[in-house]
T-cell receptor
């Protein structure tokens, strides 16, 4: 059974520092991996989608890497800003699962001015 | 529509009451998912529709939970005889085709059973 783990559960950094968020999964037979952002009381906003054949995806200050063989993904956020404060979730899908996502519990990030 | 819309945003139900939660997916999106999110946890899969067909309902916690999407667009998640453990945020997501494309989530319905 797939398990998705995110460490650390919470992270606080001063503005301007780079953020490194980790996601690990136990079953490497994934179809894709998505990173989401969730603000308090809100739904999820998709940040990056990495197909299983890809090693990384980039969007602006965000870069996500994927190492399927070791069951790991890392989300890098460069030059953090207070507006980056949120909970970040990773989720994986499997080819035989209609695209349903299995989520980690998230990393709660606070960027202090 | 511009995004996935869910209603109501908040629902307080007395234990034993039936509730219905609505999801309007992005127009043209074939796939629709329901997830349940407990406080401090990631969302947990409940059920999946491709058009009007419910292809996977393995995540529904009990037979008190029922979902439908009769015309392949709007979906309703119904919970009968609500219990306190049903209190959670219920999230709806849609994606374009086949379920493996990017998923777009609504803002969720926060259900509190008292």
């Amino acid at each position: 059974k797939q398990e998705v783990t995110q460490i650390p559960a919470a992270l606080s950094v001063p503005e301007g520092e780079n953020l490194v968020l980790n996601c690990s999964f136990t079953d490497s037979a994934i179809y894709n991996l998505q990173w989401f952002r969730q603000d308090p009381g809100k739904g999820l906003t998709s940040l990056l989608l990495i197909q299983s054949s890809q090693r990384e995806q980039t969007s602006g200050r965000l870069n996500a890497s994927l190492d399927k063989s070791s069951g790991r993904s890392t989300l890098y956020i460069a030059a953090s800003q207070p507006g980056d404060s949120a909970t970040y979730l990773c989720a994986v899908s499997h080819s035989d699962s209609w695209g349903k996502l299995q989520f980690g519990a998230g990393t709660q990030v606070v960027v202090t001015p | 529509g511009a995004g996935v819309s869910q209603s109501p945003r908040y629902k307080v139900a007395k234990r034993g009451q039936d509730v219905a939660l609505r999801c309007d997916p992005i127009s043209g999106h074939v796939s629709l998912f329901w997830y349940q999110q407990a406080l401090g946890q990631g969302p947990e899969f409940l059920t999946y529709f491709q058009n009007e067909a419910q292809l996977d309902k393995s995540g529904l916690p009990s037979d008190r939970f029922f979902a439908e999407r009769p015309e392949g667009s709007v979906s309703t998640l119904k919970i009968q005889r609500t219990q306190q453990e049903d209190s959670a945020v219920y999230l709806c997501a849609s994606s374009l085709v086949g379920g493996h494309t990017e998923a777009f989530f609504g803002q969720g319905t926060r259900l509190t059973v008292v």
